[in-house]
């Protein structure tokens, strides 16, 4: 063996204790209140993704879709591979700019925050996605302190994931898990439109 | 109707006009390089969420994972549904500090790099996910130039999803979409462990 790859090997028993020792500090075992927000892209396909990664350990999930509205998209038909493990709600009626009719959208809401509730008192679901919550709070369409309420009351095993732009101050004080999605460069800036099998 | 009503829909009329202009404005279709970076969570699991949505547009997928071992994870069970439409390969050795063996990590770096341009010339794959090549970037294991090269030549019906910390900026100028998921907030730091259907 050469000096440098004894160097290596000794540096990264080094470094292998210390994140042992990391990894042995994190005991607690709970379910997460996870929220994805900022500008970039990411935020309902990471939420996509952990769905998927429940479903590989034999979970049963949940969706529920706060603004997007009834179009076809290619995650609602993936997930249906998995049959009756993933209980899907589409429950928006579109943008604002498309329904046009505020209470038409608050009252979309508000369905979709009592599917929402009925499903976190399933035990039979382990993962729930809300997705867009965020631009319902923002819009103010649901009252903030009733919805961060029922999330901090979640079941200690549930694991909750709010997606959306714009998350409220309140909700990521409640939550055990934020990460901001940042764009560093988007394609519709050069022309390139939204594309079935990426966007939707 | 009310008058509060009237001006919400006057004001969502107009917002409308200039969405459906912007939208109308993007006209290109193409195979994207899409860069998921930044310290935060969400950069593999969004690209499982493509994987996803893709797979429920009829497409044939690929994964490739250049630094994560032969550890069991759900991703891998789920996408075991899809039968042939899913090739995965998972062929790094674990983090340097589990192998601390430099030579063997790059050996593995080079073999996932071969799969990789082998998966690339395959024309039925239409996602590849290159899972943590940023990683094998940044320590450099694999030549930065050969691999941006490689991956600007792709086929121009073919999308790429490179993940990992510390993109290299050579790749995020040749991408067509990068985000930067940034951490907020992180359960670990709260003594949380990595959970099974939530990290792996």
Not at 74 to 97: N, Q
Request: net charge neutral; glycine share 10%.
């Amino acid at each position: 063996m050469t000096d440098e790859a004894d160097r290596h090997r000794e540096k990264m028993e080094k470094r292998k204790a210390v994140q042992d020792a990391e990894v042995a500090a994190k005991t607690i075992e709970k379910g997460l209140l996870i929220v994805h927000t900022g500008p970039g892209k990411g935020k309902t396909t990471a939420a996509l993704g952990l769905m998927v990664r429940a479903l590989g350990r034999g979970w049963t999930v949940g969706m529920v879709q706060f603004i997007k509205g009834g179009w076809d998209t290619g995650e609602r038909h993936a997930f249906a591979a998995f049959g009756d493990r993933v209980t899907w709600h589409t429950l928006g009626e579109g943008f604002t700019w498309e329904t046009q009719d505020k209470a038409r959208d608050i009252a979309a809401c508000r369905h979709a925050w009592d599917v929402a509730t009925g499903l976190m008192a399933n035990p039979a679901i382990r993962l729930l996605v809300l997705d867009e919550l965020n631009i319902a709070l923002r819009y103010e369409y649901l009252d903030l302190a009733e919805v961060v309420a029922a999330l901090q009351a979640r079941r200690p095993d549930l694991h909750v994931v709010v997606t959306g732009r714009n998350a409220k101050a309140p909700l990521i004080e409640a939550a055990d898990l934020v990460t901001e999605m940042g764009s560093v460069k988007h394609h519709f800036a050069a022309g390139v439109k939204a594309q079935e099998g990426i966007e939707f």
